[in-house]
């Protein structure tokens, strides 16, 4: 049973540049929640997903965006990179909203 | 607002040893959860240990037991007979009726042989 997996693992970007991270979510499950992990500090909460749907988000600016598909895997969109962009991104996935949420390994995405 | 505190950035255990790192948080909700995440080097959040906040009974797993302390918004990771492989940082985590998670800014916990 595969769990949470996320692509790619590590990325560097530049100031101003775009870039979509994916989430694939442990099998049975379909919420996805994103958070943001800079150097030092606890996750924070960008977004939720469920039924393809955005239920709810954290204080993230628009820049921030997300997709969820059918088949319950999932984006995180961020445009205009800025330098404090630079954090582990991680994907949890959970069954609805009221479970225990499993996460993947992350994404280490670097701007320049 | 829900804020999590945890007030011990690091510690150290010996090998066999018990430790207990401590967590409070605050909110106004009646019905939510509870967690400890570890996090070791590779970076992969693993799940330890979780509790719902209408249970009175203390979550237990293996060697990781909590103390749950409602009114005093308390939720405190007690960790028996200390193994190497539990160096890493430990967060934890409260979960609102929506499913969002806030952590804390978590402990560092190194075991030493």
């Known amino acids: 049973d595969a769990g949470v997996t996320q692509s790619p693992t590590h990325l560097i970007k530049t100031r101003g540049q775009q870039v979509t991270l994916r989430c694939s979510p442990k099998?049975?499950?379909?919420?996805v929640s994103w958070y943001q992990q800079a150097l030092g500090q606890g996750p924070q909460f960008i977004f939720q997903?469920?039924?393809?749907?955005?239920?709810q988000r954290g204080n993230f600016p628009d820049r921030f965006s997300g997709h969820q598909f059918p088949n319950y895997s999932s984006e995180l969109n961020v445009n205009a990179l800025l330098l404090g962009d630079s954090a582990l991104y991680l994907c949890?996935?959970?069954?609805?909203?009221?479970?225990?949420?499993?996460f993947g390994p992350g994404t280490r995405l670097t701007v320049t | 607002a829900q804020t999590v505190t945890q007030s011990q950035p690091e510690m150290s255990v010996q090998e066999a040893e018990t430790v207990t790192l401590s967590c409070t948080y605050d909110t106004s909700e009646s019905n939510y959860y509870l967690f400890w995440y570890k996090q070791p080097p590779s970076r992969q959040m693993i799940l330890v240990i979780r509790q719902e906040a209408y249970k009175q009974q203390n979550a237990t797993e293996n060697r990781f037991s909590v103390n749950f302390q409602k009114a005093a918004k308390s939720f405190s990771l007690k960790i028996s007979d200390s193994q190497l492989g539990d160096t890493a940082m430990y967060f934890c985590?409260?979960?609102?009726?929506?499913?969002?998670?806030?952590f804390g800014r978590g402990t560092q916990l190194t075991v030493w042989p």
């Open positions: 949890a996935s959970s069954r609805d909203r009221n479970y225990e949420q499993y």
């Open positions: 985590a409260f979960m609102n009726p929506l499913g969002r998670l806030y």
């Open positions: 099998s049975g499950h379909d919420t």
């Open positions: 997903y469920y039924e393809e749907e955005e239920r």
